[in-house]
């Protein structure tokens, strides 16, 4: 079973950057898949970044070039350069087993597995 601890949410200024952290147990790379997902006030949830089965992480249009997701050891990160206030929101960290359709398909916001969640406020 795999359990996913957030952190390091909070208020930031727009242009400043943030780095998101999500503590992981009962997941490896061989069993799993991981992704961060985000959901804003009134809005539905979106894909943020998704590593597939192969490792290939697919980024969001809207995050392209300014959040990089990367791991060590059991944490997984995700940095956020260049904030705007339209990347407010909850951040999850979510996962699923290899077999899933969301290990195959990019950016799904469908996972078997998520964190509490962690707000990010940018203004």
């Known amino acids: 079973h795999v359990q996913l601890v957030e952190s390091g949410g909070g208020s930031v200024q727009a242009g400043e950057s943030r780095r998101l952290s999500c503590v992981t147990s009962?997941?490896?790379?061989?069993?799993?898949?991981v992704a961060w997902v985000r959901q804003a006030p009134g809005k539905q949830r979106e894909g943020v970044v998704s590593?597939?089965?192969?490792?290939r992480a697919t980024y969001a249009d809207s995050v392209k070039g300014r959040f990089t997701i990367s791991m060590d050891a059991n944490t997984l990160y995700l940095q956020m350069n260049s904030l705007t206030p339209e990347d407010s929101a909850i951040y999850y960290c979510v996962a699923a087993p290899r077999y899933s359709t969301s290990c195959v398909e990019p950016l799904r916001t469908v996972w078997n597995y998520w964190g509490q969640g962690t707000q990010v406020t940018v203004s």
């Open positions: 009962g997941y490896t790379s061989t069993t799993s898949c």
């Open positions: 590593i597939d089965r192969d490792g």
